[in-house]
């Protein structure tokens, strides 16, 4: 085993780990990266396709990610827009395909309207929150005791626009149930993105992708770093005290006067502490849980739906497929279409087999741009939830009560151990920005300790 002394260990080499340790190294200090995988950037994993790079995990960037994108030039990295030419498709219950255009999104008048009114009172509220410290809100209790699902059902009357809300927020971002979050810590995710507008919108959400990949991003910072990032080397045990702390991981034993624990929540119980965290870390990591995905990329000779004047971008919140965006590469040199399965379809599809899963999976494509995706030349899918140093996704959140019960505790520090990740970010929350800021908050707060 290798034996290190540095001035600040980090572990995990996501966005928010390689963000913090090159903070920590501009100032000089000595800093290690430990990684468990043989990769860097975490939920963030380029494939490659028609000879371009193609995400595996998150990948699009929004105007609203100020500091990615300042960082962004700095790294070399260039953005192009997301494809959304051409009519998007709507599928409602019944299984019928509406094409539509403009604002809308394909629903009755009356539902429209509905939907519009709903996400006002949902952006109002978010509007209200710290997003660096919702749990601050005066009905925060009130809020966080309240599932989104009760509230969904108090406050909005028409079920189509209810249906798409719900899917909106619990499929699309939190990838858990309804009754399985608060209105809270849904709440939480609106405002880290500044409003509904912000989270909800494609052209704001999913405005931009990145030249080469999202996981060019954190091989980037990484380059930067060099040698002090070591991979396949999980971390298996922390022992600390006021004076600093010694991690051992399966290559190296490294001693310093700090660590930045650069993991989501969930999975700091892998790390074996000494003396143990306190009761109040404990019991908040016992509290928070990982929401459920699988991302499937369907892969073409060409994008044949934009010969029909489709933008690939679909939305069907009662079906097993309830969203598709075209993930073509910038040349168009094949077609790629991709699709989340969150929340209780990933669960659905995780039992099938996994030609019934494809099967069923391409089936839910062909309703939105026609039987020819039932012809896919190629399928690739990644089950987020059962990657061992992932363990889910998009981010950690807490059930009915936990934010306001640990939320407030979700960045302080233990001892010498600091912590940093997009789950536990403000502005960003879920988000790459979140990520960098996570990332660089904490390594400004070891500096000042």
Not at 84 to 93: I, L
Not at 267 to 296: D, N, Y
Not at 324 to 339: K, R
């Amino acid at each position: 085993m290798h034996e290190l002394e540095v001035d600040v260990v980090v572990i995990g080499a996501g966005v928010a780990g390689l963000a913090a340790a090159n903070v920590l190294r501009t100032e000089g200090r000595e800093v290690v990266v430990l990684e468990a995988r043989d990769r860097v950037g975490g939920r963030l994993w380029n494939t490659e396709i028609g000879g371009e790079a193609n995400e595996l995990g998150g990948e699009w960037v929004a105007p609203y990610h100020r500091r990615l994108r300042e960082l962004l030039p700095e790294l070399g990295i260039e953005l192009f827009p997301a494809y959304r030419e051409g009519d998007d498709v709507y599928v409602d219950e019944e299984g019928r395909a509406h094409r539509h255009s403009g604002d809308g999104h394909g629903l009755g008048e009356a539902s429209e309207q509905a939907l519009l009114e709903a996400e006002a009172k949902l952006d109002a509220l978010a509007k209200e929150l710290d997003p660096e410290a919702p749990w601050t809100h005066e009905r925060a209790r009130e809020l966080d005791t309240m599932t989104f699902d009760e509230w969904l059902r108090r406050e909005v009357r028409d079920a189509e626009a209810r249906e798409n809300l719900r899917s909106y927020l619990a499929d699309g971002f939190l990838t858990k149930p309804a009754h399985g979050f608060s209105v809270l810590q849904g709440l939480w995710a609106i405002a880290g993105a500044g409003g509904t507008y912000e989270l909800f919108a494609p052209e704001q959400c999913l405005a931009y992708r990145v030249v080469g990949g999202s996981q060019l991003i954190p091989i980037r910072l990484a380059e930067r770093l060099g040698e002090r990032v070591v991979l396949e080397s999980p971390v298996r045990a922390i022992r600390w005290d006021r004076a600093g702390v010694e991690v051992e991981s399966r290559l190296v034993r490294a001693r310093a006067r700090a660590a930045i624990v650069a993991i989501p929540p969930n999975l700091t119980t892998a790390i074996a502490f000494e003396p143990a965290l306190p009761a109040w870390r404990l019991q908040l990591e016992q509290a928070i849980s990982q929401g459920s995905v699988t991302k499937v990329l369907a892969v073409y000779d060409h994008p044949f739906w934009r010969e029909d004047g489709l933008s690939g971008e679909g939305f069907a919140p009662h079906q097993l497929v309830r969203e598709i965006y075209d993930n073509t590469p910038p040349s168009a040199s094949v077609g790629v279409l991709c699709t989340f399965l969150p929340g209780e379809q990933a669960d659905l599809v995780a039992r099938l087999d996994p030609s019934a899963r494809r099967a069923a999976i391409l089936e839910g494509l062909a309703a939105f741009v026609g039987p020819e995706a039932l012809r896919a030349s190629d399928y690739i899918e990644v089950d987020w939830a059962a990657q061992e140093w992932t363990r889910g996704a998009y981010a950690a959140t807490f059930g009915i009560g936990g934010l306001t019960r640990f939320g407030p505790y979700l960045r302080e520090p233990v001892g010498p151990i600091h912590w940093a990740c997009a789950d536990i970010a403000g502005v960003g929350h879920m988000h790459m920005e979140g990520g960098v800021r996570s990332g660089e908050a904490a390594a400004r707060g070891v500096l000042d300790a």
